[in-house]
T-cell receptor, first 114, second 112 residues
Framework: EAQVTQNPRYLITVTGKKLTVTCSQN?????MSWYRQDPGLGLRQIYY???????DKGDVPEGYKVSRKEKRNFPLILESPSPNQTSLYFC?????????????FGSGTRLTVV | GNSVTQMEGPVTLSEEAFLTINCTYT??????LFWYVQYPGEGLQLLLK?????DKGSNKGFEATYRKETTSFHLEKGSVQVSDSAVYFC???????????FGKGTTLSVSS
């Protein structure tokens, strides 16, 4: 089944403790991206990657890092999480970008930073 | 810049009622337009899309027509079901960018 897999689904952590949210896709897509979803704000792009070793900032990159060492994986790294990063995070992938076909989204990771 | 504006929710309907969720956009050129749906506890699923003016996207009884003259892409369904209860997002993809630009989402609640 073609899908984007994120882990974990739920995570509660403390301020300053480094964490990584993993994202993997099995569709051989070149494009991958991370979004955060906040009430009243919709979804906003954090980082994206056009291909292996090619990444760039989205609209809200502060406090996040990413890497793209393999085509299928695109982890999101929070080196020193803060409470304002409490959010619902989605990974997405697509054959290319921009896309007339939309992107495939993962099931989401709900992160709480206390 | 590019943006998407959706009607505020929540929208509360009885089963078999007619649904309209308004969506308008601001963009230069010819963006592609999408509706995504998020069921409780799940990720976003592509519901339908349209890539050029006057295109009609349809899926699962939902329809939306790309209206360039009014910069709109309103979502409609003739008879909603309880299982349609979800959050609906209108989004655009512009040739000059990689991100999907989302509206803030509209929560639909359907009761039997």
């Amino acid at each position: 089944e073609a899908q984007v897999t994120q882990n974990p689904r739920y995570l509660i952590t403390v301020t300053g403790k480094k964490l990584t949210v993993t994202c993997s896709q099995n569709m051989n897509h070149e494009y991958m991206s991370w979004y955060r979803q906040d009430p009243g704000l919709g979804l906003r792009q954090i980082y994206y990657s056009m291909n292996v070793e090619v990444t760039d900032k989205g609209d809200v990159p502060e406090g996040y890092k990413v890497s793209r060492k393999e085509k299928r994986n695109f982890p999101l790294i929070l080196e020193s999480p803060s409470p304002n990063q409490t959010s619902l995070y989605f990974c997405a992938s697509g054959p290319t970008a921009p896309s007339n076909y939309g992107y495939t989204f993962g099931s989401g990771t709900r992160l709480t930073v206390v | 810049g590019n943006s998407v504006t959706q009607m505020e929710g929540p929208v509360t309907l009885s089963e078999e009622a007619f649904l309209t969720i308004n969506c308008t956009y601001t963009a230069t050129g010819y963006p592609s337009l999408f509706w995504y749906v998020q069921y409780p506890g799940e990720g976003l699923q592509l519901l339908l899309k349209a890539t050029k003016a006057d295109d009609k996207g349809s899926n699962k009884g939902f329809e939306a027509t790309y209206r360039k003259e009014t910069t709109s892409f309103h979502l409609e369904k003739g008879s909603v079901q309880v299982s349609d209860s979800a959050v609906y997002f209108c989004a655009l993809s512009h040739q000059a960018g990689t991100a999907l630009i989302f509206g803030k989402g509209t929560t639909l609640s359907v009761s039997s």
